[in-house]
């Protein structure tokens, strides 16, 4: 059974910096895609930070240059360092996955995931 589970939101100040992690099991890694989203209160959920398994990556324009998505396949964890943070970066953070060949990856649109963690809340103070 796959499973994700998130840690490391908590609540900074503007400019600050957070790192999440998501510790998957039920699945090896290198045979998904996976991703961060996040939902702000009234808003949809969108992508924030995709990852290939070939070790490509993209950014949402809000968060480029910010942020930074990695995953060490030896721990099954993904990781988002976040840098610089504003106060429209606070939101519940999800991590994502979908099984690669499939024609779901690289995950940007929520309804393409397979598996979704519980969340991690941010949340950034001005």
């Known amino acids: 059974q796959v499973q994700l589970v998130e840690s490391g939101g908590g609540s900074v100040q503007a400019g600050g910096s957070l790192r999440l992690s998501c510790a998957a099991s039920?699945?090896?890694?290198?045979?998904?895609?996976m991703a961060w989203f996040r939902q702000a209160p009234g808003k949809e959920r969108e992508g924030v930070a995709t990852l290939v398994s070939d070790g490509t990556t993209a950014y949402a324009d809000s968060v480029k240059g910010r942020f930074t998505i990695s995953k060490d396949n030896a721990k099954n964890t993904l990781y988002l360092q976040m840098n610089s943070l504003k106060p429209e970066d606070t939101a519940m953070y999800y991590c994502?996955?979908?099984?690669?060949?499939?024609?779901?990856?690289?995950?940007?649109?929520?309804?393409?995931?397979?598996?979704w963690g519980q969340g991690t809340q941010v949340t950034v103070s001005s």
């Open positions: 039920g699945y090896a890694q290198s045979n998904y895609c």
């Open positions: 994502a996955a979908a099984p690669l060949g499939q024609g779901l990856c690289p995950l940007w649109a929520p309804s393409t995931v397979g598996y």
